[in-house]
């Protein structure tokens, strides 16, 4: 296993268009997490998922975005009429529950551009 | 709500010495977890060190390390004899369960 992966690396959309990410855990991890970067800030939480369940989402997530796991292995984050306020780097990560401290392994992230 | 506060936005150090970042946060829980992670640029974040809370011992992960301060709520991170590939953002991070509370992060440079 190489690690988290996300798909695409880089999109670029027009304002008002729908986007979809896709992210692949580690194959072993059960719990899966999304993150928005905007440029020189520190990650936020979005949403995370237990398996298939979605347990928890932020404030941040407002009703355009979307976010499903629906077999518990890959997930994907839709945002509907994107605005350019949602230009940022999205970012997965995933643990596994055995893991005491919750340590979590990101992938490359993906980066939104909002014309 | 858990908060996480980076006085430095920047910092430099020359290759060999020894720089320290600095990291505050809040949070009401009791049981908790502390990290710092590094992001290259353009590339993934990675986890630097972990600290448990309810273990006073300070960690050490080879040239890194932490002085946890809980009365204080206070993590800083150490790196010794630093190199060119310490380049990156670093941020403090909390967790008490799910999710990760990020600080805004410190952008270290290493000069040769």
């Known amino acids: 296993d190489t690690g988290v992966s996300q798909d695409p690396r880089h999109k670029i959309t027009k304002r008002g268009q729908n986007v979809t990410f896709r992210c692949d855990p580690i194959s072993e991890h059960n719990r899966l997490y999304w993150y928005r970067q905007t440029l020189g800030q520190g990650p936020e939480f979005l949403t995370y998922f237990q398996n298939e369940a979605q347990l928890e989402k932020s404030r941040l997530l407002s009703d355009r975005f979307s976010a499903e796991r629906p077999k518990g292995s890959f997930s994907t984050l839709e945002i509907q009429r994107t605005e350019q306020g949602d230009s940022a780097m999205y970012l997965c990560a995933s643990s596994s529950t055995s893991a005491v401290d919750n340590e979590q392994f990101f992938g490359p992230g993906t980066r939104l551009t909002v014309l | 709500a858990q908060t996480v506060t980076q006085s430095q936005p920047e910092m430099s150090v020359q290759e060999a010495e020894t720089v320290t970042l600095s990291c505050t946060y809040d949070?009401?829980?009791?049981?908790?977890?502390l990290f710092w992670y590094k992001q290259p640029p353009s590339r993934q974040m990675i986890l630097v060190i972990r600290q448990e809370a309810y273990k006073q011992q300070n960690a050490t992960e080879n040239r890194f390390s932490v002085n946890f301060q809980k009365a204080a709520k206070s993590f800083s991170l150490k790196i010794s004899d630093s190199q060119l590939g310490d380049t990156a953002m670093y941020f403090c991070v909390e967790t008490s369960g799910s999710r990760l509370t990020f600080g805004e992060g410190t952008q270290l440079t290493v000069n040769p």
């Open positions: 949070t009401s829980e009791s049981n908790y977890y």
